[in-house]
């Protein structure tokens, strides 16, 4: 069944939970060795059992009480609940739910929201995947494997915040993770203020076991397939586990989703008027401008040599006037070649190969002495992509230019290269590898009532990312050739060149393209050597009420990381897809002391105390943090916990925010929300533009901890009267003071066209008719606005961005979990469980000076998980389904488009306002596996059994188009069936 639950029976008044434990991702668990998924399945048939022989048993279970420490405590204990909610998930159970890595499980959980998409553009952290609990954003979640913490990711989010990477955890390994989802900086320092992951591997096992797993995803693509083998070995006074693990993930692109791999599957509410005349215009793959900004047309059938890359154009656009569209007014651009399927070489989900091996042990001296070492080596191959080289007139190269072929000016070119003409994809491959290693000693003293653990570790990551380089310069001299001189033209004196023809309006060979094409590097590294010594008793001293517990942790460590890009830079020659060159790297010490006392008040109300200091030596602000915390635990009757938490929390300013250096990118595709609103849009897409911009962004050496507050109170309850049913609801808040919020270049340009005209675009082009995030006139207002430089004719020419220490956000909301089990004499045991989280607001504001906004409109409101097992015989079967609630669609509060492609404004006696929502997002599987004896299994696993992908919103209009606020997902239904044998 699972790997949770005691290796002896826990108090009477939380035995039926135990039971459904399982199963439950809501269940609120202690933390057994191993060898407690044997010991778990026996209890199966106590439900036949006389009174009498259960009473018997309880009596002698409760003798024998197991206490070990629970995330969320420093303390041992042998209540399944405590004081604040602990979600506990079984290795077994990530299989049964059809999940193949964490990320996929965590994802799942009714307490994350979505995080960055990892191959969306410009992203910095492709092969990884991150954590976004309690939508407070990667940053502000910990990570533990095995109780410790572990690198951060080498490469940043949005190319400045750092995150841990639940991408490459092997789920071959994992005997459980508990996840604390509320703030416990008290405990576990700097990152705890949404919560803590803790992962916890195979400690124990006994003879060796190989797994093999093969599938896909029926639609196509996603192929996957996995090979594990774990094994354990023992004798009188030592254990050793080991495991290895083989699995490959091939990527999913645009290419593998028909409806996914164009810019024209944008949902028709985004056709303006000129595209529902002509249809919508996709960006170009081969073109040149004349000195009139019209396009000289190709020779005839070129665009056709390229296959479906390409195809032929006319571009037309029509008059409006007011809101009626003048078909006798069109003006025609000229033929150009199109890319009817941009998006077809562009990643949805990158692909994965990984290695990975880990061994631990130990060995036990007596008197209470044990010594223990784990060593762990994940290495992960993953492959993503986001557009192949192209050629166009960017800053450094020539433009406005005569050539001699056509004996026209150029103003601006492009030149798609195709997989074709590279011999490849040109995909990028992050070579990713992470050590793990710990050796401490454990023993007792004072005889046996207090335990104390020594523990050194040391953990590195590495990324190596191979990527196909742009050399513009290089591609610009085989398409032009050199300049011929000058000439003068309007009395214009301009550059001259010559167009090789045969070279730009025809497929060139892979030869041709390595004589300018380029391959480059990026390496970045991350550490952290840590210490720690726990000391722990539940204990300390006896009172009327019962023992005090006690406990406390010195923890020192020092952590680092190094962004080492190219160092052939960002030049005209030389630069990676994303035009960013980002370098950096600095060191950081940090000495913690922490304690927590557990005070029994009466005899069933019992009172936590925890507090915590971390003095911090780096670059930034950042000095001491001192947080505390405080819980309470009554029980006024057996099978009722009534509970209660309070605490203060902090984060510690990024590594990559301090250390990072000021780093510039040249922006060519993005939206210009000002100039949008300027020329009465009513959407703003992301386009590609004949003109560059300088992106800026720069660290933040002077910031200083976020800080903030955390509290939770609710009940678990076991309904009295029907065995095996128990209920648990909480309500929790948390707030952040000081946030440190990363402004980013599409965030100034949003509320650079709000401060200015009162009106804007969101990220995803959608107009925002009453722009409130900022008052007018404020100082926010008046940086943002100093912070995007124009030249004359209004074009962008640079952009500001960095992080500010000033923000609030304030989220609140309600979690809740049904449990039942049901054991009958004929038709089998079942387990059932519901989980399910209500997001009730999400506030925020940037500045003081802002008005506190609820943005939970942003986020999806609701999110719940339920799963129901059947065990009977040789057979077992989970049922498994999730509910992510619907989100706002895009365009929602603003106006309709008429039929003629025009949208009014806000206002107007036209305007009929459109307030769509994407649905919920549904999701079944299910897993059905037979024993054939007691060695060999076999299992069938179906995830989104009825085939469910994304739909396309009706204003959706950009990459990707489907919404992924609510889950959504392109890959449909995979199949895949398990081979478990037990070799000895």
Request: charged share 15%.
């Amino acid at each position: 069944m699972s790997n949770i639950g005691f290796r002896r029976s826990v108090l009477a008044s939380a035995l039926a939970l135990v039971f459904f434990a399982p199963l439950s991702v809501a269940a609120q668990t202690a933390t057994p060795p191993d060898d407690s998924q044997q010991n778990a399945q026996q209890p199966a048939s106590a439900g036949n059992a006389p009174a009498t022989q259960q009473d018997a048993a309880k009596k002698k279970d409760t003798t024998t009480l197991q206490k070990v420490v629970v995330t969320g405590s420093l303390i041992p204990r042998v209540e399944v609940e405590g004081a604040t909610p602990v979600i506990t998930i079984s290795g077994a159970q990530i299989k049964q739910e059809g999940f193949t890595t964490v990320y996929e499980l965590m994802n799942s959980i009714t307490q994350t929201g979505v995080a960055e998409t990892p191959p969306s553009w410009g992203s910095s952290s492709v092969n990884a995947r991150q954590l976004n609990l309690r939508n407070l954003g990667s940053g502000r979640s910990l990570l533990l494997v095995n109780g410790h913490r572990i690198s951060d990711y080498p490469q940043s989010a949005h190319a400045s915040t750092n995150f841990q990477n639940y991408n490459n955890i092997p789920t071959g390994m994992i005997d459980r993770i508990e996840i604390l989802a509320t703030g416990a900086s008290s405990l576990y320092g700097s990152d705890a203020v949404a919560g803590v992951v803790n992962v916890i591997l195979k400690k124990e096992y006994q003879g060796d076991d190989i797994q093999m797993t093969l599938g896909g995803a029926t639609r196509g693509g996603r192929d996957y397939g996995d090979f594990n083998f774990i094994g354990g070995k023992s004798g009188d006074n030592w254990h050793v586990v080991y495991n290895l693990e083989r699995s490959h993930r091939s990527g999913l692109f645009g290419r593998d989703r028909p409806y996914s791999d164009s810019e024209a599957d944008a949902g028709y509410g985004a056709y303006d008027q000129n595209a529902r005349l002509f249809g919508w215009r996709t960006y170009d793959g081969l073109s040149l401008y004349n000195a009139d900004g019209n396009f000289i047309a190709p020779p005839a059938g070129a665009c056709n040599q390229f296959g479906s890359n390409f195809a032929l154009r006319d571009s037309k656009t029509v008059a409006t006037n007011g809101h009626t569209v003048d078909p006798t007014n069109v003006t025609d651009q000229g033929l150009y070649c199109t890319q009817p399927a941009l998006f077809s070489n562009w990643v949805l989900t990158p692909g994965s190969d990984n290695k990975d091996a880990y061994v631990a042990g130990d060995y036990d001296f007596g008197n209470g002495l044990q010594a223990y070492g784990s060593i762990g080596l994940w290495d992960t191959l993953g492959t993503s992509n986001t557009e192949l080289p192209f050629l166009y007139a960017m800053g450094g190269l020539p433009n406005n230019f005569y050539d001699q072929t056509s004996g026209q000016v150029i103003s601006n070119y492009f030149r798609q290269l195709t997989p074709k003409e590279l011999g490849s994809y040109g995909n990028t491959h992050d070579k990713e590898q992470n050590w793990d290693i710990h050796a401490g000693l454990r023993g007792t003293f004072l005889d046996g009532r207090f335990n104390w653990d020594f523990n050194l570790g040391t953990n590195k990551y590495i990324v190596h990312e191979r990527y196909t380089g742009l050399n513009e310069q290089g591609m610009f001299d085989f398409f032009f050739g050199p300049q011929l001189g000058t000439t003068s033209v309007g009395g214009n004196t301009l550059p001259v060149y010559a167009l090789n023809s045969a070279r730009f309006w025809n497929p060139i060979t892979p030869a041709q393209y390595q004589s300018f094409g380029v391959v480059g590097e990026n390496t970045a590294v991350s550490w952290m050597d840590q210490a720690s010594l726990n000391v722990n008793t539940d204990e300390l001293f006896k009172t009327w009420a019962g023992s005090v517990g006690f406990a406390t942790v010195l923890e020192a460590v020092h952590q680092g990381f190094k962004l080492s890009p190219d160092p052939r830079g960002n030049t005209t020659t030389f630069g990676d897809p994303f035009q960013d060159y980002i370098t950096g790297g600095g060191t950081r010490n940090r000495v913690s002391l922490g304690s927590e006392l557990r005070i029994p008040l009466l005899s069933n109300l019992t009172w936590t105390l925890s507090g915590r200091l971390d003095k911090y030596r780096d670059a930034s602000a950042a000095d001491v943090a001192r947080t505390w915390g405080s819980s309470l635990e009554y029980r006024p009757y057996e099978g009722l916990l009534l509970r209660g938490s309070y605490g203060t929390n902090f984060h510690a300013p990024d590594m990559q925010y301090i250390y990072k250096n000021p780093s510039v990118s040249q922006v060519g595709i993005y939206a210009d929300p000002y100039q949008c609103v300027v020329a009465g849009a009513t959407n703003c897409p992301q386009v590609q533009h004949n003109t560059y911009f300088s992106s800026y962004l720069s660290g933040g050496p002077s910031l200083n901890n976020e800080t903030g507050k955390s509290w939770t109170y609710g009940f678990v309850w076991q309904i009295p009267g029907v065995d095996g049913l128990s209920l648990s609801a909480d309500y929790w808040r948390i707030g952040i003071n000081k946030g440190i919020k990363d402004v980013s270049e599409g965030d100034v340009l949003t509320d650079e066209a709000g401060c200015r005209t009162g009106h804007s675009f969101d990220s995803n082009g959608t107009y925002i008719a009453n722009y409130i995030a900022h008052p007018p006139g404020s100082a926010y207002c008046q940086a943002v606005i100093a912070s995007v430089k124009r030249d004359a004719s209004g074009n962008i020419t640079a952009v500001y961005s960095g992080a500010i220490n000033e923000s609030q956000l304030t989220v609140t909301g309600i979690d809740a979990s049904l449990a039942y089990r049901l054991r009958t004499a004929n038709w089998g045991n079942f387990n059932l469980s519901i989980d399910y989280t209500d997001n009730l607001s999400y506030k925020e504001r940037t500045l003081a000076s802002d008005p506190l906004l609820n943005t939970r409109y942003q986020h999806a409101a609701s999110k719940v998980r339920g799963t129901i097992n059947w065990r009977r015989g040789a057979w077992d079967a989970t049922l498994y389904g999730d509910r992510t609630g619907r989100v706002r669609a895009p365009n929602f509060g603003s106006c309709n488009a008429l039929p003629n492609g025009i949208r009014p404004n806000v206002g107007d006696p036209d305007c009929t306002m459109y307030f769509g929502h994407d649905p919920a997002w549904i999701t079944w599987s299910t897993n059905i596996g037979y024993h054939f004896d007691d060695r060999m299994k076999v299992s069938l696993n179906v995830s989104n059994i009825f085939d469910n992908v994304g739909k396309i919103p009706y204003y959706a209009g950009g990459f990707e188009f489907i919404s992924t606020l609510n889950n959504a997902s392109y890959v449909g239904r995979e199949v895949s069936v398990t081979f478990d044998y037990e070799l000895d």
